[in-house]
């Protein structure tokens, strides 16, 4: 039964046989319950939002109640056991903890590669490293391109890392896919679903933030709308969401990660660096990203952050990183995960 | 004064120095005054985010406060008037309130013109209709695309009306030109920079949504996208932002009128039919819109709402719209605007 | 049907037994409806919050919806009239509109006097003025007490108007009820469940002011424990609730006007002055709200407010109060109100 | 320095002089910097809210920046070193860990004994249960009062546990500190401010949990109401917020760990029970709380939670609560704390 029609208190014969009708027009099967002041009709079969909205304004009818979930193939019930990807021999997902690491934005060869190699020597998996910002004012830095791009790539061939940067614009997906491992849509795209459509359609790994103010349901849809194209290799990650909390830039929702792993096969990381938007609280909110049981962070580093031209605050220094990374193995162990080791 | 830089309370006085060294270095010039328990130090002079963040982290600072706000050409400080702007004969903003009304979709012609004869004669001034639809769900009708807006182009025509209907990807931009008078950025691409940078390089008036979780320092500052290219022409729409109120689609944040009035001279509209999501409430908080002193309100209206292929719950009838902009020219004329007459 | 238990995709069943006997045992009768891939189990019949976390719990239950309001008294379905209030012969709900007015708090005869004269000329029906104050600050002014409530009696009785006052303390509720016309509950005590027991025991009309973050069920909830006491007395008072938006104190809903007004028979009426925190945006609000079909506002002013002890810059002027009223006078007429005449 | 007056850019020199003059006549001093387009007033000295709402309201001033925190008593600044409490041998703060657990409410002599059995054997350290409940509707279950209250000394007398419960009524206060050993108070009293007061003038240790709407600035304000009365062994708890997140009860803002462990010196615990709303998400949030390095959680445990007359959804069995516990006293020690041991 995937859609519950309630009908109001007082509804007329009338109206319940007329949403029984319409039920069947629009391919399902009706199921009518009488309560005592309720009657409510079941609505059997495929659904779609279109549908529910139809019914709910039909007379008589006080709501409409969705028993299924909306998305199908990042759904638990759809691939029960964890995907585990393999990026450039880097396994995600399961077991397997992976901390992605290096500056927010790629500024200079010289920072991308002194970062890239302590991240690495302390125990990152995966280099991140912005070459397209999306930044709030048209007068701020918004990266190097496709000069950033070719400086990531370098970066990961010589540290032997895969490597993960943002794509925000549909037109520069192909140059983007030429020079990365994994393609990042960043929280103000989660919904920018022509770029989701986009990457669907290429053979890379996605990673999709949660947006400021979507819902978990919204961020499996829009898992769902790369999954829809064929691209099965999709990552998804809690970055924090926009509540009254002023303390910090934004509330990291932890909870996401038990959640989400409930419902969806899918691995989910965690973001502490843009969440709280201040560098001495990351060690602590990746910690408990690790004790929640995510399957990694992702952490900005960066070597003289008071320079940076893109986030400075929030990037932990290296030297800070590397203690974190041992208390981040010890803690996966902990929960029954281990960090991929190098 | 543009920022100011509090110092912790046990500062050194050696932190105070290296502030304000770092501050002439960064081209500003600083002031400094020492508190009972704090030392503060003023800089003065162009600054740019990135500027705040750097000086936030220097040693013995606790905190960087920014007097100015980030946006320029979108302030009353630079342009003291309302913008005004003449759309095919249309006035906007100002004294003058606009009504914006139409189906969600464009689904077919009969629907699209019986829609748009009903809302003209009723009073509206600009016809909407959207051919490109953003949906949370792959699997749901995405409109009609290019042949919307021809179909679109045609009912503007006839009825002597111009049209709104809205982009959603940099490469729809010149397509989108060709056929309508207005481009509308919706809530979800408020931040979608390439494409506010695209519509900018346009010649066409941009109808800016606010997103979800936008706050009205960034929907200005989307804003300042569009006018940085050259194209002033930009209204901006509260349309309910989200919140933990889950009894609406999303909360109306009517105080985001008159703030915005306050701060800014581009013109205000608001969309009560997405924040509400029920049409039984759009009467009441278009009326309120029109109350708070908006330039306008964007109402969809359908004629068989029980058959449309998105968001029929919040179309309210064509009969019901008539009404509606009755009440609408008598609470304008209480606060001193007038609806454009037919 | 009151509740609907959705069983998993994949529940035994026994597990669809165990639900129907538990139902069966807590009472209400039960209904078992198979569909394609979910069995649901109606329940039907009196139902309290327990019973839904309990059978939530069982099993192969997959979640369980609720299907009519935990609210009775509080609901139209209950008494399907606008309820309206005679207080000293000032008639408050349905067509009804009527303004609160006055100081935040009483701070002195003087203030309270010529506050209350100046808007009891410009039209206010009720006149409002703290002497419990509760303040963020234990540091605060926290309003003079009794001797607060004597000079708002006195205050009242001179100018021929019935008078409100917020109540914070169970101990309280009989000082208040001796000086006061109505009782006002602020919007941190709206789940102050004894004080609502309190007050719902004495013979005083109750205004109960939302929570910053309470849903609207939550806050018929509220009246429905004054309501349970015998006390039918009862106005409801949006005041904004706490978003991320942080240009305004507070984000008013305007939306909970209509939504209430659905929902109950109970007076709603609207606090723009909280909700904004700044004056300037006070009168934009208070028509929005009238025109949304409030049953009046509640609106703070003072005559020297830059002198006022608490809340002073969301206070008007008395002469743009008086400004204001005219403008409320003739918005309610459009919507079919009125607001009572002096 | 601690207050900083901002004037409008064309602010005139009469403006400034009157704010000079103001900020003197309220027992500050004046420090003015003029900038390029700004001219600011700094004001030194003690202040109150009131203080700074003054100020705001004077002709010229765009706005009133406080520089200092509002709390002292709470405050690093007052109490650098880490609050440790001693409770009947209990060392609570610094490096202590300690779990609190036990049933919601005190239901019946028999759950609250077996349940305690069960989780003092697990390495719990203090005991606790509702005798008295808010609860959203005045249907439900509300606690069994002081009968509860003596079952629970009872059982905390047998297991040798110090026992926390709440107090929601300033005239339970004594009762409640005859018979419990932590005085808690709820989110939803977080603001009774006359209740804070009340237990601030005894000599039991209170617990405030954080409110579903309130800021850790307004957390940290309402210790200070209980500090501010001499009783100065306070805890605090995060326990979610209200956003719009719907997946989950509430939303558990790890962040607030970290940033009140900056701020001040008081323990921080962590109730994922509540904020969770589902047994499953518990134990993950637990770990993730301690992780983040929180004084402690305190956690609901039900030895039949299908059968409890309160938030049995939420309540995890006995054995899953003694295998969260040995995890604790993992995560506990890779971060440098240690859990009390029995």
């Not at 009706?30 to 009657?39: A, I, K, M, Q, V």
């Not at 496709?146 to 614009?169: K, N, S």
């Not at 022509?194 to 947006?211: A, H, M, Q, W, Y």
């Not at 709280?276 to 900005?300: F, N, Q, S, T, Y």
Request: aromatic share 4%; proline share 6%; net charge negative.
């Amino acid at each position: 039964m995937d859609l519950v029609v309630v009908m109001k208190s007082g509804a007329a014969a009338d109206d319940v046989q007329r949403v029984v009708e319409r039920v069947g027009e629009l391919g399902l099967t009706p199921h009518t319950s009488r309560g005592e002041f309720r009657t409510i009709v079941g609505a059997v079969g495929e659904k779609t939002p279109e549908l529910q909205q139809q019914l709910e304004q039909l007379p008589g009818v006080d709501h409409v109640m969705a028993i299924t979930q909306p998305y199908r193939l990042a759904s638990r019930e759809f691939h029960e056991a964890d995907t585990i990807l393999d990026i450039r021999g880097v396994r995600i997902g399961g077991p397997h903890v992976n901390i992605i690491a290096g500056p927010c934005a790629i500024e200079s060869r010289e920072v991308l590669f002194s970062v890239g190699r302590a991240v690495k020597q302390a125990g990152a998996a995966i280099l991140r490293g912005g070459a397209y910002k999306p930044r709030t004012s048209p007068y701020s830095f918004s990266g190097l391109g496709r000069e950033g791009l070719e400086l990531l790539q370098q970066a990961g061939a010589e540290l032997g890392m895969p490597t993960i940067t943002e794509v925000t614009d549909p037109r520069d997906v192909p140059v983007v896919c030429e020079f990365a491992d994994i393609l990042q849509i960043g929280a103000r795209n989660m919904q920018n679903y022509n770029l989701l459509l986009e990457v669907g359609r290429t053979s890379k790994p996605v990673f999709i933030k949660r947006g400021l103010a979507a819902s978990i349901t919204e961020l499996l849809m829009s898992a769902e709308y790369v999954l829809s194209q064929g691209n099965h290799r999709v990552m998804l990650c809690e970055r924090g969401i926009r509540t009254f909390a002023e303390e910090t830039r934004y509330t990291l929702d932890l909870s996401a990660v038990p959640v989400i792993q409930e419902r969806s096969h899918l691995p989910v990381f965690v973001d502490p660096s843009h969440a709280a938007g201040k560098r001495d609280l990351v060690p602590a909110l990746a910690l408990a990203a690790i004790a929640a049981g995510a399957a990694g962070a992702i952490v900005e580093v960066h070597s003289c952050p008071d320079r940076a031209l893109c986030d400075g605050p929030q990037a932990v220094l290296p030297a800070r990183f590397t203690a974190l990374m041992e208390q981040i193995r010890q803690v996966a162990a902990i929960v029954g995960h281990r960090v991929t080791q190098w």
